[in-house]
């Protein structure tokens, strides 16, 4: 018996959207609300939702950049999303192979992973 295959991509879009006082900014707010919809929408009407998994997460800690999304594999981070963007990323990246290097976060605003073993030892943990 064959097994279900693997998605080929996941895309995590940043969900979270905080009051309008909050001294932090949001990724998602009252403008915005419906781009998590959108990307889902579109990757149905493409024909690749079951290869493609849109996931709406947490805070990815770059909230002045947002709206945001994180594709795996990859780990290529899109910021200032909207919905002209969401189109390109999806006819581009995800069917065509090509990250929309335009969108990508700023090296300076992400930089490189830490593991956690290098996290513990910054922390004094161990």
């Known amino acids: ?3 279900m295959p693997q998605p080929a991509f996941y895309m995590f879009m940043c ?3 905080r009051p309008p006082q909050f001294p932090k900014p949001s990724c ?5 609300r419906d781009l998590f919809q959108y990307l889902g929408s579109k990757l149905m009407e493409k024909g690749i939702i079951n290869t493609v998994v849109p996931v709406q997460t947490g805070c990815l800690n770059r909230c002045s ?3 945001m999304m994180m594709v795996e594999p990859g780990h290529h981070v899109y910021t200032g999303l909207d919905k002209a963007k969401i189109d390109r990323i999806i006819d581009e990246h995800i069917i065509g ?3 929309v290097s335009e969108y990508i976060i700023d090296e300076m605003a992400w930089g490189n992973a830490i593991t956690p073993a290098e996290m ?5 943990v161990r």
């Not at 998602?28 to 915005?32: P, T």
């Not at 513990?120 to 004094?124: D, I, N, W």
């Open 1 to 3: 018996m064959q097994g």
């Open 15 to 17: 969900a979270v959207e």
């Open 28 to 32: 998602i707010n009252a403008q915005n």
């Open 65 to 67: 950049q947002g709206p």
């Open 97 to 99: 192979g090509n990250v």
């Open 120 to 124: 513990q030892k910054m922390a004094g």
